[in-house]
């Protein structure tokens, strides 16, 4: 019998944030250096749409993760890494709420409001407050390192796992992987 593997819909879910996380990171690098101009705002919107688009992904894979738990792990999975995979996996988990969730904290406190990519008026988190504002703009900057050194973490395990072990952990999530 083949292994299982992740669902289709989680998948997908893991791939979409992924390419967003991975653009966001960079662009997010990025666009602080910028001076003042047209791009940069931008850019910043641009940032903050996608950012949010990462919030809701991770709602819907919340939910579905609720209903469909992760397959159960190879037996060649050792005891320890059996204990330590949901740490990393809920870590990222919790970075992919806590990362777009500062963001809007942040935009809220520094009185810009967010239209979602131009359409949909978001309500603001909080009333404009400079302090606040500059406390969230560092709580967003260190949690963006913190996902930085887990997500290069994550994908060293998975290289490990598939490069080193050859036991299919990246099979149970890659798209063409029968579940
Ligand atoms: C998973 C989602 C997100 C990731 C991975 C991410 C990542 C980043 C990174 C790496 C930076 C640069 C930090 C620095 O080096 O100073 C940044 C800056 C920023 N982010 Fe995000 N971000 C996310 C979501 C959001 C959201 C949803 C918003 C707002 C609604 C937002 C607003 C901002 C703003 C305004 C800055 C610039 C702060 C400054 O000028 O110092 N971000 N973000
Ligand atoms: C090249 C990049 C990546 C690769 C190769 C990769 C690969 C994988 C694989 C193979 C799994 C399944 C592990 C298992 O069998 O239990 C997994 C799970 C997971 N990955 Fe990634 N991943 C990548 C990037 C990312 C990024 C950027 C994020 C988010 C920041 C992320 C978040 C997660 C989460 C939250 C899980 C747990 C899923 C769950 O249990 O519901 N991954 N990843």
């Not at 050792?78 to 949901?86: Q, S």
């Not at 913190?146 to 490069?163: F, K, P, Q």
Request: charged letters at 15%; hydrophobic letters at 55%; one cysteine or more.
């Amino acid at each position: 019998m083949a292994a299982p593997t992740y669902h289709a819909t989680a998948k997908a879910l893991h791939w979409l944030t992924a390419l967003a996380v991975f653009g966001l990171l960079g662009v997010g690098l990025w666009m602080t250096g910028l001076p003042i101009s047209l791009l940069k705002l931008q850019v910043y919107a641009w940032h903050k749409w996608i950012g949010l688009v990462v919030l809701v992904l991770t709602a819907a894979r919340l939910l579905w993760r609720w209903r469909h738990p992760p397959p159960p792990l190879p037996d060649a999975v050792t005891r320890w890494e059996r204990a330590l995979a949901p740490v990393g996996h809920w870590a990222l988990l919790i970075l992919l709420v806590a990362m777009p969730a500062s963001g809007w904290l942040m935009s809220s406190a520094a009185g810009v409001s967010v239209s979602w990519f131009g359409v949909l008026p978001l309500p603001d988190l909080v009333p404009r407050n400079p302090d606040l504002f500059e406390a969230l703009r560092t709580v967003h900057f260190v949690l963006s390192r913190c996902l930085i050194v887990v997500v290069a973490l994550h994908v060293a395990a998975v290289l490990h796992h598939d490069v080193l072990r050859r036991d299919g952990i990246f099979r149970r999530m890659w798209p063409s992987g029968r579940n």
